[in-house]
């Protein structure tokens, strides 16, 4: 098409240059002619950019539905390493429970993902198609035309000797001029075809291998539906099966939980006191630029911050959802996120900061305090520390390790908090900031 183009404005710049030697009516119906050719070739172009623009954007959004379904597969990767190193005896567990529904919602989002992605498929085979036809079509026009223009340049050859007369005969050099033009026009008008020939076959060829791709890759999502489907039908009827054990164990299951719920609040109480009392040490005695700046980086991490530990949230920020198991059970809601992790895993600091307070609440709970400018993190639950009040701590550090607990899970709980007014810490969601999954659209 560009080689077209600039043989078209090739012919425009000869007939301006031999203007002298042309007719005005002539060189207007020329100038017409080629301003045509080039307003549709534009048209054209600006057609095949869109299409184009289009194609990529689908790529981009399959290439995301891709990186949201591998992140789903280590997320049920992940839990199901979690379910195996949980005690056999305590397989029937609460956090069993919670691991294979949340395992069941990760299935359930990648099923979600594929079908999204089956329809996005169906959707670029379906244009596609309609734009094989249109080019079948237009190759065709084209060829006919080729055809035509060939004929008519054979009879010139076999005439010859009847256009060298033709052309001698001319009234005028202009007139001769204009009369081995329209040859030259013939010749130029073939090689343009052939190009055109050329370069519409090969994409069409791209076309339609494109489709045979996409066709492959459908009918692998589809496959992929139907084993998901089935492994989903399984996991469900296990977690019907876990949850028929937990009710004959109920009485137990809240009495552990109500003790969890009590510990996890003096937790709370302790932390918020702590901090209160932090700000305004800091308020009197001046808060630095160190500070500041510590604060306005942890602030332009959000929602890519490491998580604490390896694992699995299995108690989210809020008031947790209620089930039949938990309701004569008077939750409150939870102020930092639970993750269960394998045992002996370790605990990492999520951003760089200094270490406030190492402390072991009267019910035994060691947790570890950190400051970033004028957010803290808290890291409890832990067996023990690797580091000490005072350190500064660089982002993905060790700094303990998690409490195995008597039923076999390893449950690291982390809350995350910032200044307030009137010197009142204010409690943040950590599943805000940390990094937890893709980023997905509303669709």
Known sequence: MLHFNRRITGLITGLITNRANLSIEYLSRYSKLALFIILATMCRWSNELMAQDKDELEEQNLIMLNKYREREAEEISNINKLLESIDKKQQSGLYSLSLIQKKIDSRKSTLNTIDRQISLLKKQLEEKKQTVELLQNELQNIKHSYKELINRYYNMQAHKSTWVMYIMASESMAQAYRRMKYVREILFL????????????????????????????????????????????????????????????????????????????????????????EIETNNESGITDEMLVSAQNFEQMKGFLPQPAIGVIIVPFGRTKKSSIYESVQLTPNQGIDILTVKNAEVYSIFKGVVKRIFTTPNGMLYILISHGSYYTAYASLESASVKVGDTVMPRQKIGTVKNSKDGSSVLHFELWKDGKDNKPVVQNPEHWILTKLPQDNK
């Open 190 to 277: 073939l090689k343009a075809q052939a190009d055109k020939i050329i370069t519409m076959t090969d994409r069409l060829n791209a076309e339609i291998e494109t489709i045979s791709k996409k066709q492959s890759l459908l009918s692998s999502n589809i496959s992929a539906k139907q084993k998901e489907m089935a492994i989903l039908n399984m996991e469900e009827k296990q977690s019907k099966t876990v949850y028929s054990e937990l009710k004959q164990r109920e009485g137990k299951l809240k009495q552990e939980l109500m003790e969890r719920e009590k510990s996890y609040a003096q937790l709370s109480d302790q932390l918020r006191d702590f901090i209160r009392k």
